[in-house]
């Protein structure tokens, strides 16, 4: 099973190395020390430790969410907005993710989308590819 150190699992959670360090410190996530010294963190701990933050982050589903078949939901701000004549591309910022929507322009406008406005981009695809990194 892999292991990660601080840094990694930081930059995976999209937090600080700080931020790892309390919660490590605070008995919320498992760690060790590896043969010089540094903390790591047990894949498969990683793993269940990210689901239970992510549901932490989201807590239990609100009205609007319980109406859509769209499960993956990233929460962000949107951080481009450009118009055509017909269609429109939004950007969204969630965390260290970028998410680009293309959309009508109608329905940016009837939403009012606009730069600096918090916004929930939902995916959902019939693919999801997965690289092994």
Known sequence: MRSYTIGRAARLLGVS???????????????????????????????????????EAHGPEDEESAYTTARNAFPGIITAVKLGDIAAQVEVQAGPHRLVSLLTREAVEELGLAVGMEAVARVKATNVHIDRV
Not at 37 to 44: P, S, V
Not at 45 to 50: E, G, K, P, Y
Request: charged share 30%; no cysteine.
């Open 17 to 55: 190395s700080d931020t790892v360090r309390r919660w490590a410190d605070a008995g919320r996530i498992p760690t060790h020390r590896d043969e010089a010294g540094k903390r790591i963190i047990e894949g498969a701990d990683l793993a269940v430790f990210s689901v239970a933050l992510a549901a």
